[in-house]
Nanobody, 122 residues
């Protein structure tokens, strides 16, 4: 049974930082590209970025480029999302997802976490 469990969400002031983690189990984590997404109620889910299986390559949506960084620890089956210089527009539920591919660019996410709430106060 595949499980993706996000943690690290919470309340942060504008300009602050937060680091989310996603712990994976039940899948060959080190062979999967991993992605991060967020969603605000009433809006479509937004892609934030992804990292390839080895962690050597990542790319980001323009909305978070330069502020957010994705990293992974394959020894711990964990992927992280470091968020800096946050603003109220970053308030959302954040999700991690596992791609069926190892490389980037496919956007075929088979497994999703349940999400963690991030709230940025102004």
């Amino acid at each position: 049974q595949v499980q993706l469990l996000e943690s690290g969400g919470g309340l942060v002031q504008a300009g602050g930082s937060l680091r989310l983690s996603c712990a994976a189990s039940g899948l060959a984590f080190s062979t999967k590209a991993m992605g991060w997404f967020r969603q605000v109620p009433g809006k479509e889910r937004e892609f934030l970025g992804a990292i390839n299986y080895s962690g050597r390559s990542a790319y980001y949506a323009d909305s978070v480029k330069g502020r957010f960084t994705i990293s992974r620890d394959n020894a711990k089956n964990t992927v992280h999302l470091q968020m800096n210089n946050m603003g109220p527009e970053d308030t959302a539920v954040y999700y991690c997802a596992a791609d069926r591919h190892s490389a980037l660019g496919y956007y075929e996410y088979d497994y999703w976490g349940q999400g963690t709430q991030v709230t940025v106060s102004s």
